[in-house]
């Protein structure tokens, strides 16, 4: 179940981060993407689930799928809140001192939106473990979700606890370290960035 979180996981962040950058940057391609994304978004990622085993099969590649799906639109909304979010201040003086447009997202944007990346990884995180319990108890037969409902057909309660505790460490301890390394990275950054001033 770990290892299909951390694949569909990252998936999703790697995908949605510099889509999120490009909606929030260019009006073009936002004015066109956007009401894709407020469309697909309110549907819960298992509503997919009947499509991706007919896509996919019950194989591996549904449940990432399902994973992607789920923690894409998560952090995607994040990322261009962010954007939006971000002073415009501090673009235009940016721009004014004939900053590069690497040099701006690596200084400018990256920091500022930083907050919002790490909100939207926290919550995707919580949405990838939901999914994967529940895909794992239609089209599986290994993983958490496997386990839990195969356990409750054989009225073995103290496997369907265990694997509900489990389930909460595991999201628990992804929630924290998820945490950890996104303010550490911020944190290294802001004393880089103090020294090079």
């Given amino acids: 179940s770990l290892q299909r979180i951390l694949v569909g996981f990252g998936a999703g962040l790697s995908t949605a981060v510099p889509m999120g950058l490009l909606i929030g940057r260019v009006r073009l391609v936002r004015d066109f993407i956007e009401p894709i994304l407020d469309t697909i978004r309110p549907v819960p990622a298992l509503a997919f689930l009947p499509l991706a085993i007919l896509?996919?099969?019950?194989?591996?590649?549904?449940?990432?799928?399902?994973?992607?799906?789920?923690?894409?639109?998560?952090?995607?909304?994040?990322?261009?809140?962010?954007?939006?979010?971000?002073?415009?201040v501090l673009l235009r003086v940016a721009r004014n001192l004939d900053a590069s447009e690497p040099q701006i997202f690596l200084h400018v944007l990256l920091p500022g939106?930083?907050?919002?990346?790490?909100?939207?990884?926290?919550?995707a995180i919580a949405t990838a473990f939901r999914v994967i319990v529940a895909a794992e108890m239609i089209a599986s037969q290994t993983g958490i979700g496997f386990l839990i409902l195969h356990s409750s057909l054989f009225y073995r309660s103290d496997r369907v606890f265990v694997g509900i505790i489990t389930l909460g460490v595991l999201g628990m301890t992804a929630d924290k370290f998820i945490s950890y390394l996104t303010r550490h990275f911020f944190l290294r950054y802001r004393r880089h960035e103090e020294v090079s001033i």
Wanted: glycine share 12%; hydrophobic share 60%.
């Fill in 55 to 88: 896509w996919f099969g019950i194989g591996e590649a549904s449940k990432i799928f399902l994973l992607w799906f789920g923690t894409f639109f998560v952090i995607i909304i994040s990322v261009i809140e962010g954007v939006y979010n971000l002073d415009v």
């Fill in 113 to 123: 939106i930083l907050p919002f990346i790490l909100e939207g990884m926290r919550q």
